[in-house]
């Protein structure tokens, strides 16, 4: 099992900034092999991947709209992954989950994009984008 858990999000004016965190905890997760993402849902729309990151090195997706305002990192001691994101939109605003996933299959360090590849969750944190 692998437990996940989000915490940063918060209320902010547009064009401000905020760091996510996710810390994975558990006997299923070799934390620097690994498929973490974020995804993030808004009231009444779909489900919308963020980044797609392989704890391994190497592979980060980010969605074209976030593109170039947002980054992530990581802490292999604290097995914590961290989404800054920076020049906040109000388009930006919804619940932000964090999402854990093995290595697409026949791969060694491709992840999958699709958000039911993923079997473990976080319980979401709220990030508002004010006008």
């Known amino acids: 099992q692998v437990q996940l858990v989000e915490s940063g999000g918060d209320t902010v004016q547009t064009g401000g900034s905020l760091t996510l965190s996710c810390a994975a905890s558990?006997?299923?997760?070799?934390?620097?092999?690994?498929?973490l993402a974020w995804f993030r849902q808004a009231p009444g729309r779909p489900r919308e991947r963020v980044v797609i990151?392989?704890?391994?090195?190497?592979?980060?997706w980010y969605a074209g709209s976030v593109q170039g305002r947002f980054t992530i990192s990581q802490n292999n001691d604290k097995n914590t992954i961290f989404l800054m994101m920076n020049s906040l939109k109000p388009s930006d605003t919804a619940i932000y989950s964090c999402?854990?996933?093995?290595?697409?299959?026949?791969?060694?360090?491709?992840?999958?994009?699709?958000?039911?590849?993923?079997?473990?969750w976080g319980q979401g944190t709220q990030v508002t984008v004010s006008e």
């Open positions: 999402a854990a996933g093995p290595v697409a299959n026949g791969t060694t360090d491709q992840c999958y994009a699709d958000d039911w590849r993923y079997s473990y």
């Open positions: 558990g006997s299923g997760i070799t934390f620097s092999d690994y498929c």
């Open positions: 990151h392989y704890t391994g090195g190497g592979n980060t």
